[in-house]
């Protein structure tokens, strides 16, 4: 059932809703019957129908539930009994930077961390799809000078280093591989082509499949062949119970949500009065944090004017705390953001020692971004600066959805293709940001907006955050949905999110 069902069923009975009880109908097992049954149980002095009244008749009603938004308001008597002990709720690293970082942003390190991004993505554009190297092109070129006869389909495979548009309105990119470079233009009358071509970012690696022209100097593109994933994409080794997927708490910002963030401790700790919350909740075993812990300092100029807490360690500290209330068995994941208190490039490594220390042992520390193993689902856990870049340049990702930037990364099997754009990128001998193992889950934060969508199988989460909306944020219009967390069933991969806003 929808918002704009439960609107006209009630409107057709003769009511007016506030928000709060729409959200409190459509959160009930059955919706459909207990607005049903709601609607009879009101008496004509009922004007508008508000959350006191759907809270009155589902204290009456044998089978409702209390929307978590109300709970505070209730008292609670049962407790949590965790179903899976700490033991179970084993994590593994697969992929992560720390430990290993050995770029000091030289040159020829940079050439090096391109050719790994090279070698790595064109080998999954060859698994779909057969390609000569540039080299080779150049030389055909020499040869077709002697025949005039119609070339055959050819393909190559490059990191995009040029995209311009022609006096005729044409596309023009070049394509660079080690063995050298070649123009291929996209023709402005094929729309479809010209369409896929214009979401080409600069250094992305991709395929293009085209005929050579009349004189051999330029590809004529007819398609444009991306890494993606097969569809038949299957995921593996599913676990039990549940994960909790959030980010961006921005502990220290005036703008964090202390009183939405209590609750969702709270709800974790079995301190809700809904048998349904209760159950889940005893049947979390992973707390994961895409990183911005906390809001930091001097990460913007005048933040300190931003800040409750104008201390870092007094920062970290607070979050600790709060983090030493999640029950014990929890697993808690934590992987930096562009506001923590590592180096901005990207891969960033885990938090240092001296920050660590703050925090309990049920706590696992890894960088960004970051491959783990939650008892067997394989969980991408990436903070998503690389959003930015993608919201600017391609067209259908946006900031209100961005589960569309995570689809365009996983095309581009890169967590970050655009180079020199708003992501700063440190030359590591390998290139940490490339998917090279298909993840079950995808998690992504930074954006402050929640998503939940699933691309051939993947989950892709992007979770909200817990700061409301700043006086930046306000000016660019970009518009937060905080308190609202995605918790993802490990059996199924079904996620659903609760909404912890108070008002
Ligand atoms: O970023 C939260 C969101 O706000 C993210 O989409 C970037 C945007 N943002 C934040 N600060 C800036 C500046 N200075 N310029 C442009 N866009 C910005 P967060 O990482 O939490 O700050
Ligand atoms: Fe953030
Ligand atoms: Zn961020």
């Known amino acids: 059932m929808k918002e704009s069902q439960v609107l006209d069923i009630v409107t057709d009975a003769g009511y007016m809703i506030n928000e709060d009880a729409v959200l409190s109908i459509l959160s009930q097992k059955n919706p459909n019957i207990f607005l049903k049954n709601l609607l009879k149980s009101l008496d004509s002095s009922v004007f508008i129908i508000d959350y006191k009244s759907v809270c009155e008749f589902i204290k009456t009603s044998e089978n409702a539930s209390f929307h978590p938004l109300h709970c505070s308001e209730i008292d609670f008597s049962s407790e949590l009994t965790p179903k899976f002990p700490f033991e179970d709720n084993v994590v593994e690293i697969i992929s992560d930077v720390t430990?290993?970082?050995?770029?000091?942003?030289?040159?020829?390190?940079?050439?090096?961390?391109?050719?790994?991004?090279?070698?790595?993505?064109?080998?999954?554009?060859?698994?779909?799809?057969?390609a000569k190297p540039i080299e080779s092109l150049s030389r055909s070129r020499f040869l077709r000078s002697f025949s005039r006869e119609e070339g055959s389909d050819i393909t190559i495979i490059g990191l995009v280093s040029e995209k311009n548009t022609t006096n005729n309105q044409h596309l023009i990119t070049v394509l660079e591989d080690p063995t050298g470079t070649f123009p291929v233009l996209f023709n402005k009358n094929d729309t479809e082509l010209i369409e896929q071509a214009s979401s080409l970012v600069l250094d992305e690696v991709v395929g293009i499949t085209g005929?050579?022209?009349?004189?051999?100097?330029?590809l004529m593109a007819s398609r444009i062949v991306r890494p993606d994933i097969p569809n038949m994409f299957k995921n593996r080794n599913l676990s039990l119970g549940y994960a909790v997927f959030i980010s961006d708490v921005h502990i220290g910002s005036k703008e964090f949500m202390k009183d939405e963030w209590e609750f969702f401790i709270?709800?974790?700790?079995?301190?809700?009065?809904?048998?349904?919350?209760?159950?889940?909740?005893?049947?979390?075993?992973?707390?994961?944090i895409a990183g911005d812990l906390v809001d930091g300092i001097g990460v913007y100029p005048s933040q300190d004017l931003d800040l409750e807490i104008l201390d870092i360690h007094g920062q970290y500290k607070e979050i600790?705390?709060?983090?030493?209330?999640?029950?014990?068995?929890?697993?808690?994941?934590?992987?930096?953001?562009?506001?923590?208190?590592?180096?901005?490039?990207?891969?960033?490594?885990?938090?240092?020692?001296?920050?660590?220390?703050?925090?309990?042992?049920?706590?696992?520390?890894?960088?960004?971004p970051a491959l783990v193993s939650l008892d067997g689902v394989r969980v991408l856990m990436y903070h998503g600066c690389s959003m930015d870049d993608m919201v600017a340049t391609i067209k259908g990702v946006s900031y209100e959805e961005p589960t569309t930037g995570m689809v365009e990364m996983i095309k581009r099997r890169h967590l970050a293709p655009l180079y020199g754009g708003r992501v700063v990128i440190a030359p590591e001998s390998?290139?940490?940001?490339?998917?090279?193992?298909?993840?079950?889950?995808?998690?992504?934060?930074?954006?402050?907006?929640?998503?939940?969508?699933?691309?051939?199988?993947?989950?892709?989460?992007?979770?909200?955050?817990?700061q409301a909306q700043t006086d930046f944020q306000r000016k660019v219009n970009i518009h937060p949905s905080p308190a609202k967390i995605p918790i993802v069933n490990l059996k199924t991969l079904r996620a659903q999110y609760i909404d912890f806003n108070l008002s």
């Open 320 to 368: 600790a705390r709060y983090l030493s209330q999640v029950p014990s068995n929890i697993h808690i994941v934590i992987g930096p953001g562009n506001h923590d208190v590592v180096r901005r490039a990207e891969p960033q490594p885990a938090l240092p020692e001296n920050i660590r220390k703050y925090f309990s042992s049920n706590v696992t520390f890894v960088g960004n």
């Open 266 to 288: 709270d709800f974790l700790n079995g301190r809700i009065d809904n048998p349904d919350l209760l159950n889940l909740a005893s049947q979390i075993r992973y707390l994961v």
């Open 430 to 466: 390998k290139d940490y940001l490339v998917i090279d193992e298909i993840p079950d889950i995808m998690h992504c934060g930074h954006v402050h907006t929640i998503g939940i969508e699933y691309y051939k199988n993947i989950l892709l989460l992007n979770s909200g955050t817990w």
């Open 211 to 218: 005929k050579l022209s009349g004189d051999g100097g330029i």
């Open 99 to 130: 430990g290993h970082s050995t770029s000091v942003g030289e040159y020829s390190q940079f050439v090096k961390y391109f050719r790994d991004r090279y070698t790595k993505i064109s080998d999954m554009i060859r698994c779909r799809v057969n």
